[in-house]
Structure formats: structure tokens, C-alpha cells
């Protein structure tokens, strides 16, 4: 089991920053590549960024790369994601998720085993 714990998000205006942390606790973090996805009421769950075990690399959805930066810090159990440059379109609730195909950057949310709470990002115009 990996338990997953979202942080950082909340109301920001357009074209602000936020950063979200995803804290795990379990079995060992780096076994599990890890993911970013977001969903829009109404609207299905996308993935955002994803990340090899390592950080070696990494995946991003192409409406926002250039504007998000996913990373880790195995030593810390964490996952972040950066977000700058934020756009009305980025408002939805964040979620981060575990995949145990460590080296797998897949954008289909049944990869992924384990998934936290969520966290509100909310951008105003």
C-alpha cells in the first residue's frame, strides 16, 4: 500500500504560480513512477506530468508544457509540481497518482494504483 497526500493548491490569479506537493508513505517511493492529473467538473481525468522513478524522465501533456515542471525528491518521499503561467483552463481538482511500472510515464489513469485525495487549484481570470 502507498498512502498519497496532495498539497498546495488554491485560488491564484491568471497568469500566477502555485506548487503542489504530493507527500507519499508505504511501501518505498522510489519504486513507483508517479503522476499528475487533473479534473475539470464535467470533464474526465487527464493526466497532466509524469516521472519515471528516477526523475530520468518525464512526460507532459502538451497543454502545459513549457508552463509546469514535474519533480521529485526520493530522499523526501515527495513529488511536486510546479505550475507557472497559469491560464482559467488549469482549474480543476489535482490529484497525484502511483504506478508500480516504475519506468512507465503512461497517461491512462487505471495504470496507476494509488491515488490521493486531491487538491483544489482554482485560477481566476
Keep these: 500500500q502507498v498512502q498519497l497526500v496532495e498539497s498546495g493548491g488554491g485560488l491564484v ?7 503542489l506537493s504530493c507527500a507519499a508513505s508505504g511501501r ?9 492529473f487533473r479534473q ?16 530520468g524522465s518525464t512526460f507532459y501533456a502538451s497543454s502545459v508544457k513549457g508552463r509546469f515542471t514535474i519533480s ?11 505550475m ?11 490529484y497525484c497518482a502511483a504506478n508500480s511500472l516504475r519506468n512507465s ?3 491512462v ?9 486531491g487538491t483544489q487549484v482554482t485560477v481566476s481570470s
Design 40 to 55: 475539470a467538473p464535467g470533464k474526465e481525468r487527464d493526466l497532466v506530468a509524469a516521472i519515471t522513478w528516477s526523475g
Design 109 to 117: 489513469a487505471r495504470d496507476y494504483e494509488y491515488w490521493g485525495q
Design 84 to 94: 507557472n503561467s497559469l491560464k482559467p483552463e488549469d482549474t480543476a481538482v489535482y
Design 72 to 82: 521529485r525528491d526520493n530522499a523526501k518521499n515527495t513529488v511536486y509540481l510546479q
Design 13 to 19: 490569479q491568471a497568469g500566477g504560480s502555485l506548487r
Design 28 to 36: 518505498t517511493f522510489s519504486s513507483y513512477a508517479m503522476g499528475w
Design 105 to 107: 510515464l503512461s497517461s
